[in-house]
């Protein structure tokens, strides 16, 4: 498979998307360009890719950098890398065009620099994690990575039948009379939902990019593969068929979660059958940005996510058990001096 990189117009070296700038830079002569700049300059080369096979081949994981010939691997579902060499970005494009090509794209607007201080706010009050957590070399492990997304806009037909009950009671000389009535309620509505997402990467847990959400949509423009340049990509590994149940899930809760909002002026409530059809599901395919990083501790793996537009974080921080340890040591001390001074005190 070709492997594309976004030349400079001025000195030929590499060019990749800055967020914080919003523009195409190259740090080697410190040219900067605009989306339609970079796109005209590298015209060539964009025909050569719209000439090319689209069909890719998921046995074929070895490249060659363009500019210094070096070897690249990946693995079948790597859109966007580095070469370990010269640094230079890499996008192979038949893993982003045709039929696998996203409709979407909503670029990056955190920085490295701001990542990695949005991580360093994120460990400040978490006393107990290992040492080497938040070193410099852990640091370096974490990834600018767009993660490709299905999105679903789907019509609802919903409905929830409900038992409720009013309960008043009142005081009749030595005795409490309590009245209780009980209704069957029914609520139905038509709901449109509009880009339900859903991640699709057997890679990254699902709950962990659930949470760094929401992305803001206004912010969507058209895919182009030029916002590779400088970021890691994956190509989905998780069809859309396979992820309709988890967005369909989560349509289910939010219509059903409309519909008991809906019933008021009851002393409480409880479901008793809810059902919901959907009609008209259509798609879109999308990269979001995410910085993500990994860390193992006693061969348990954590994960590290935030949101690369809106700076939204979430993870599950590893604990140090030579620091709880420690705690607990410190902790029985200070019980058995308290406890020795008491005694002596009674004594």
């Known amino acids: 498979m070709e492997a594309l990189q976004l030349k400079c117009p001025n000195c030929g070296a590499?060019?990749?998307?800055?967020?914080?700038?919003?523009?195409?830079?190259?740090?080697?002569?410190?040219?900067?360009?605009?989306?339609?700049?970079?796109?005209?300059?590298?015209?060539?080369?964009?025909?050569?890719?719209?000439?090319q096979d689209n069909y890719f081949s998921g046995h074929t994981n070895l490249y060659l950098c363009e500019s210094c010939g070096a070897e690249i691997v990946s693995d079948e579902n790597t859109a966007a890398t580095f070469c370990h060499y010269c640094h230079g970005a890499v996008v192979l494009k038949g893993r982003v065009s045709g039929a696998l090509q996203p409709e979407l794209i909503i670029p990056f607007k955190y920085t490295r620099d701001l990542a990695e201080k949005a991580f360093e706010n994120w460990c400040e009050k978490k006393w107990f994690l290992p040492g080497d957590f938040k070193s410099k070399k852990q640091l370096e492990k974490m990834v600018g990575l767009y993660v490709p997304f299905w999105l679903a806009d789907c019509t609802i037909d919903s409905s929830l039948v409900c038992d409720a009950k009013n309960v008043s009671s009142y005081v009749s000389g030595d005795?409490?009379?309590?009245?209780?009535?009980?209704?069957?309620?029914?609520?139905?509505?038509?709901?449109?939902?509009?880009?339900?997402?859903?991640?699709?990467?057997?890679?990254?847990?699902?709950?962990?990019?659930?949470?760094i959400e929401p992305f803001d949509y206004?912010?969507?423009?058209?895919?182009?593969?030029?916002?590779?340049?400088?970021?890691?990509?994956?190509?989905?590994?998780?069809?859309?068929?396979?992820?309709?149940?988890?967005?369909?899930?989560?349509?289910r809760q939010g219509a059903e979660q409309v519909l008991m909002n809906d019933i008021n002026g009851y002393t409480s409530v409880s479901k008793q059958s809810a059902n919901m059809a959907v009609k008209n599901a259509a798609w879109h395919y999308a990269m979001l940005p995410v910085w993500f990083m990994t860390y193992i501790h006693r061969g348990k793996k954590y994960f590290f996510a935030l949101n690369g537009q809106t700076g939204k974080v979430a993870g599950i921080p590893p604990v140090s058990g030579k620091k709880l340890a420690l705690l607990g040591i410190i902790l029985f001390l200070i019980f058995a001096i308290c406890g020795g001074l008491m005694g002596g005190q009674m004594i």
Do not use: W
């Open 14 to 51: 590499s060019v990749e998307f800055k967020p914080d700038a919003q523009r195409f830079i190259c740090d080697f002569c410190g040219s900067d360009f605009t989306e339609a700049e970079i796109n005209a300059a590298n015209e060539t080369e964009r025909r050569a890719a719209a000439e």
């Open 218 to 251: 206004s912010e969507f423009v058209p895919f182009n593969m030029n916002y590779f340049s400088g970021f890691y990509a994956d190509k989905y590994d998780v069809d859309k068929e396979t992820a309709f149940p988890r967005i369909k899930e989560r349509m």
């Open 175 to 211: 005795y409490r009379v309590t009245h209780t009535r009980v209704y069957s309620v029914e609520r139905a509505a038509l709901m449109e939902y509009r880009g339900v997402p859903a991640d699709g990467s057997k890679k990254l847990d699902d709950a962990l990019m659930d949470a």
